[in-house]
């Protein structure tokens, strides 16, 4: 028997429910929860309380192979010997889910950290696994600037990302750049804008440039075409074009094959 189910048994068998037994404890209900789920270890100290409480020994709650309960006995716990167990556990833990790094920066700029990076296989994500900061850098971030597998920010780079300046392979943004991309200026193999759409397949409201265009003033790819073929047509319906957005989407406009 794991300890999950041990530990599940002996609240039962006090009558007790998850949030009473976390009250006790000093613990969140949650933490109970995945204890009994299997998917998470108490720490020492816990375990400690645990076998205090419910008049069992800690060998009883941490060795699978002990199946009946033996009472807890007076003497103080060998606690180098569980240390080196509760180790080992957490170690085959981790290494079943690889490593997990976290960092938030002391720094704090109008509240939010300076860095702060999530990055790995968390086993447990939660709202602590989410990177927030001026720079987010994460499985899943959002920051001034963001890099993530799904970002948000006002410059995010991400697989999804949303953001001012969006780039990734699902973009959306107010200039969104990817192999799908929305935005109110946007290029990628398939491109969807309210001004300017640039790319293989793209429409928009106003203007487009590709392949297959769909717009109300359109350039066609035809054979190829230059940055200053593509910049001098967006100029042309588009002259107060901040001029840094024009020269990303002139360069990709000549880009498409």
């Known amino acids: 028997m794991e300890f999950s189910e041990k530990l599940t048994a002996l609240r039962k068998r006090e009558g007790l429910s998850q949030e009473q037994l976390a009250e006790r404890l000093g613990v969140t209900r949650q933490s109970v929860s995945k204890w009994e789920s299997g ?9 400690i309380s645990l076998s205090e409480m419910f008049d ?18 007076e003497t103080a716990p060998d606690t180098a010997r569980l240390e080196r167990k509760l180790d080992a556990l957490a170690s085959d833990y981790r290494r079943s889910w690889g490593p997990y790094y976290r960092y938030t920066s002391r720094i704090k700029i109008f509240g939010l950290p300076l860095l702060s ?20 850098i994460g499985n899943f971030s959002v920051g001034v600037v963001s890099l993530g597998l799904i970002s948000a920010g006002v410059f995010s780079l991400g697989m999804i990302s949303l953001g001012l300046l969006a780039l990734g392979m699902v973009s ?37 440039v590709g392949y297959d265009a769909d717009a109300v003033n359109i350039l066609l790819w035809g054979d190829g075409l230059t940055s200053a073929q593509v910049q001098a047509f967006l100029m042309e319906h588009h002259p107060n074009l901040w001029r840094p957005f024009l020269r990303i989407l002139s360069g990709i406009g000549a880009l498409i094959r």
């Open 172 to 208: 959306i943004g107010g200039l969104a750049i990817g192999l799908s991309a929305v935005g109110v200026f946007a290029a990628g193999a398939a491109a969807k804008g309210m001004k300017i759409a640039v790319g293989v397949a793209a429409a928009a409201g106003e203007t487009a």
């Open 39 to 47: 998917t998470a270890l108490p720490e020492l100290i816990k375990l």
């Open 56 to 73: 069992v020994s800690l060998d009883y709650l941490v060795k699978d192979s002990l199946e009946e309960p033996e009472p807890a006995v």
């Open 117 to 136: 990076i999530r990055l790995g296989r968390d086993r447990h994500p939660s709202r602590n696994s989410l990177a927030v900061g001026i720079i987010a």
